[in-house]
């Protein structure tokens, strides 16, 4: 079993596991990309519920194939009312964490991630954090991705 470490803002890490059984090719695109560290900054909407987008640094060739929010990619694409808190979703461009709630409407793309049960309420405290780091402190947030232990 492939695990995820997130580290966010804080310093404090909590791990996902990797779900290549459902998503096996955005779940491996994913682990190739964190082969290495990835730091990513986070974008906040304010009406899409309790979720965020992050991006890391620009690629430096685009991938064959690209999820969009009108066109989002994936064998079991989820709609956002769909999301679970820990949900954790890749598109080969950005990644996608849910820790709550969402009410947007329409298509968001396919979980390839679901973070830990022992890990979940630090991470959905940390999730509302770096949602603090955009509305109240007006500071972004960086958070870093990478491969974790194997169990």
Not at 26 to 55: C, M, N, R
Not at 125 to 142: D, G, M, P, S
Request: proline residues 6%; hydrophobic residues 35%.
């Amino acid at each position: 079993m492939e695990k995820i470490k997130i580290t966010f803002p804080s310093g404090v890490s909590v791990h996902a596991t990797l779900m290549r059984e459902t998503e096996p090719e955005l779940a491996e695109a994913l682990w190739e990309k964190l082969e290495t560290q990835q730091k990513g900054i986070t974008h906040v909407t304010v009406s899409t519920g309790d979720s965020f987008s992050l991006f890391f640094r620009p690629l430096e060739e685009p991938p064959e194939l690209a999820g969009t929010l009108r066109a989002p990619i994936g064998n079991h694409r989820l709609f956002y009312t769909e999301l679970k808190e820990g949900n954790l979703l890749w598109n080969n461009i950005k990644m996608y964490f849910c820790y709550g709630p969402c009410t947007e409407p329409g298509l968001v793309g396919a979980q390839v991630a679901q973070v830990d049960p022992e890990d979940m309420e630090v991470y959905k405290k940390e999730c509302e954090e770096v949602r603090n780091h955009t509305y109240f402190y007006h500071k972004l947030a960086i958070v870093k991705v990478e491969r974790g232990e194997v169990a």
